[in-house]
């Protein structure tokens, strides 16, 4: 049974630019939380989208915003890169919202902005 | 507002010998919490969590931890560590007013042969 899924795993990208994220949950889970993780810290919310629809933000700027689609899949789309967008990008999907089953995470997608 | 402390940025041990990472988390009514492991280039797994009941919660790859609510803590313990356990570690908590994740800063278990 394959696990949560991130694409790509690796990118590097020009101050500036836009940059979309792809994440696959694990077969069973309706609900995708982002988390942002910079270098030897721990991972920051960025938001959970549950039924297609974000339902809770962290305190990220509006240049961060997502989507999930009908089969549960999400994206993470980043506007107006910033150096200090540079970070792994966590995907964590659950089948009740984190509550009582918990997230399972992908391996991330490990963002560079130069 | 939620938060979580984990008061050591990294603990060495030599291995067999226990360990005791640390996390205290702000007071809250009702509060999950959540052990996450992160291996060297990898994503987060989970090792153990407490939800309600028992105060002493048993996980994955022999690790366990207790939730002291006078305390405020849910310090995670295995009683003879070994060299495959080097990683990070991560304690975070989630409560009834929302469904994200609060972490901890991490722990980093190194392990002396």
């Known amino acids: 049974d394959a696990g949560v899924t991130q694409s790509p795993t690796h990118l590097i990208k020009t101050r500036g630019q836009q940059v979309t994220l792809r994440c696959s949950p694990k077969?069973?889970?309706?609900?995708v939380s982002w988390y942002q993780q910079a270098l030897g810290q721990g991972p920051q919310f960025i938001f959970q989208?549950?039924?297609?629809?974000?339902?809770q933000r962290g305190n990220f700027p509006d240049r961060f915003s997502g989507h999930q689609f009908p089969n549960y899949s999400s994206e993470l789309n980043v506007n107006a890169l910033l150096l200090g967008d540079s970070a792994l990008y966590l995907c964590a999907s659950s089948p009740d919202r984190g509550r009582v089953y918990g997230y399972t995470f992908g391996s991330g997608t490990r963002l560079t902005v130069v | 507002a939620q938060s979580v402390t984990q008061l050591d940025s990294q603990v060495p041990v030599f291995e067999e010998a226990p360990v005791e990472l640390r996390c205290n988390y702000s007071?809250?009514?009702?509060?999950?919490l959540f052990w996450y492991v992160q291996y060297p280039n990898q994503g987060l797994q989970l090792l153990l969590k407490y939800l309600s009941g028992s105060t002493l919660v048993k996980g994955i790859n022999g690790f366990e931890a207790e939730f002291n609510k006078s305390q405020t803590s849910f310090h995670l313990r295995k009683p003879s560590v070994h060299i495959s356990d080097t990683a990070e570690y991560f304690c975070?908590?989630?409560?009834?007013?929302?469904?994200?994740?609060?972490w901890g800063a991490g722990t980093k278990l190194i392990i002396k042969p």
């Open positions: 077969s069973g889970h309706d609900t």
């Open positions: 975070a908590v989630s409560d009834d007013s929302n469904y994200q994740l609060i």
């Open positions: 007071s809250s009514v009702s509060v999950y």
């Open positions: 989208y549950y039924e297609e629809e974000e339902r």
